[in-house]
């Protein structure tokens, strides 16, 4: 939603995204003031800061709950002037950024328990936006899987036909923990791995299903579709043979031995199918979940 209200607001500046939980607290000043050179041993040339990188565009600060709380009064001041200086500079830098702020946790209740500034929440909650778990508005269900679906079907050249009224009905019954990424996820896998006759979202947990199917047919069956970027195939196989000897099974051992995130599958189909680069990097296309999530 962030990207689809910057896209649509008429700025002139970049969309720039930050997850607070991917700084570590000791670089947080020099992520989001940048630095001047010399400011500090091995600070060799200027670096821009993201509230700089973001003027006159949108700082999106994803969870922001997430920011310790000796950063959040270096934030707040931020945000009430759009002034402040790089780490080792002199010169006060102006940024006219909007900022949009995304969280799922209870702020009001973090701030009651003394882990969320009082004046930091009511700085950023100007307009405040409640958007409703998937599994309490399952009447949008429908029209996120068909839109997600003619999404993928473009990017992977496929035609696909509509999920019959079943498969919705069963679809309909799920909780949705994983909320809006779980069901773009399940309608990507599903249109990656279809090659024909009706098509069924088939909900697995966990994500791949490999005892219910060999993982060399599987593999070869997106290689065959050319889905499969070179070298998947063959450390998914030594992997799948690794576990043979294990109770654990497959899954336990890609990720513990090898690691090999449930979600790498679809990276490397990614990666073949746009030259080695993450396909949601480069998609100009405006993403379903944009307007619902």
């Known amino acids: 939603m962030a990207n689809y209200v910057h896209r649509h607001s008429g700025c002139k500046g970049p969309f720039v995204a930050v997850h607070p939980a991917s700084v570590s607290e000791n670089l947080f000043e020099n992520e ?79 701030v009651r328990e003394g882990t969320f500034r009082e004046d930091l929440y009511y700085r950023i909650s100007v307009i405040p936006v409640t958007i409703p778990p998937l599994r309490e508005r399952l009447e949008d269900l429908e029209e996120l899987i068909m839109a997600f679906t003619d999404h993928f079907s473009r990017r992977y050249g496929k035609k696909i036909p509509c999920p019959d009224k079943e498969s919705l009905r069963r679809l309909s019954e799920y909780q949705w923990p994983g909320n809006i990424r779980e069901l773009r996820n399940a309608v990507e896998r599903a249109v990656i791995l279809y090659t024909g006759g009706p098509f069924d979202l088939v909900l697995l947990d966990p994500p791949y299903a490999f005892g219910a199917e060999p993982v060399e047919e599987l593999l070869q069956n997106l290689a065959q579709q050319g889905l499969l970027a070179p070298g998947a195939f063959a450390l998914f196989e030594h992997a799948a043979a690794d576990a043979g000897a294990h109770p654990v099974g497959f899954e336990t051992v890609r990720e513990k031995r090898y690691g090999i995130t449930s979600v790498d599958l679809l990276r490397w189909v990614g990666d073949s199918k746009d030259g080695g680069t993450d396909a949601n990097e480069n998609d100009e296309a405006v993403s379903p979940e944009d307007a619902h999530e």
Request: no cysteine; aromatic share 10%; charged share 25%.
């Open 32 to 110: 989001f003031f940048g630095h001047e050179k010399g400011a500090f041993t091995g600070a060799t040339g200027q670096k821009i800061g993201f509230f700089e990188l973001a003027d006159n565009g949108t700082l999106f600060i994803d969870e922001v709950g997430d920011i310790p709380m000796n950063m959040q009064i270096k934030l707040l001041r931020v945000l009430q002037e759009h002034r402040f200086m790089r780490v080792g500079g002199t010169k006060e830098i102006h940024s006219s950024f909007r900022l949009i702020a995304a969280t799922n946790r209870d702020l009001p209740r973090a």
